[in-house]
């Protein structure tokens, strides 16, 4: 089977027929959660565009133009924010609050040396497609960073100490996501580079265990089958899904 090459961001965000691991995160709150996210009402919060911004700051530099993010003030409600949205309708509108976040991230980043040392002689941004073994679903993945040891991503957080981190692995799917990129890149390692988003700006390089990424290869098997059944096979209605327990 020839799978499909994105030549450009825009062909691999608007592309439906390969599954990401952020659409199985929709999956696994609901098969109801990944059709709207397909839909168009997928989430857009400023938490998503701040760790877009760290991203291309720290590893695509080259596509960000300081003309092109402007700040706002105040709540995004009324007849100023209309006007102010309207006006910059073309730009990334930030609160001063999440741009110095990224400054500070992004900073803090770049004065590590161990961080630096890890992404210096990857390759950026690398998309990569293929079809899981198992139930013959279509995937894709795009990485932060791929060296010869393994891949690098890079993670803002609210708390990098490792038990908090941990946590946040397994509330987020941070442990599906390595092992949906070991598995789809070929690779054995994964290795996390975490950057607190408030002062001082924390910096943690956490390396993935075995148990961890088997943790998250049961987590996206699980979801792909339930992918294939109610988005390929179409065996199950979306519209049929429900929750059945005792509480």
Not at 199 to 211: I, K, Q
């Amino acid at each position: 089977m020839e799978l499909v090459k994105f030549k450009t961001d825009e062909e691999y965000y608007a592309d439906r027929e390969y599954v990401t691991n952020s659409q199985l995160g929709y999956l696994n709150r609901s098969p109801q959660h990944l059709q709207m996210y397909y839909d168009g009402n997928g989430d857009s919060s400023s938490a998503l565009e701040v760790g877009k911004l760290v991203h291309q700051y720290i590893l695509e530099p080259e596509k960000i133009s300081e003309n092109d993010i402007v700040c706002f003030e105040g709540r995004k409600y009324g007849k100023k924010w209309d006007e102010f949205k309207s006006k910059n309708s073309d730009k990334t509108i930030l609160s001063m609050r999440d741009f110095e976040s990224i400054k500070g991230v992004v900073g803090s980043f770049f004065k590590n040396d161990d961080a630096v040392e890890l992404i210096a002689d990857g390759l950026k941004e690398v998309t990569n497609c293929w079809v899981d073994g198992d139930t013959f679903v279509k995937c894709k993945g795009k990485a932060d960073v791929l060296n010869p040891n393994g891949i690098i991503d890079i993670k803002t957080t609210a708390n990098i100490d490792p038990h908090s981190f941990r946590n946040s692995c397994y509330k987020y799917g941070y442990n599906r996501q390595a092992a949906f990129y070991c598995d789809g890149f070929g690779v054995e390692n994964f290795t996390f580079i975490c950057v607190e988003k408030e002062a001082p700006y924390r910096v943690a390089v956490y390396e993935c265990s075995p148990e961890f990424i088997e943790s998250g290869r049961q987590e996206y098997k699980r979801l792909l089958q339930m992918y294939f059944e109610y988005f390929v096979e179409q065996s199950n209605d979306v519209e049929d899904y429900y929750i059945q327990g005792v509480l």
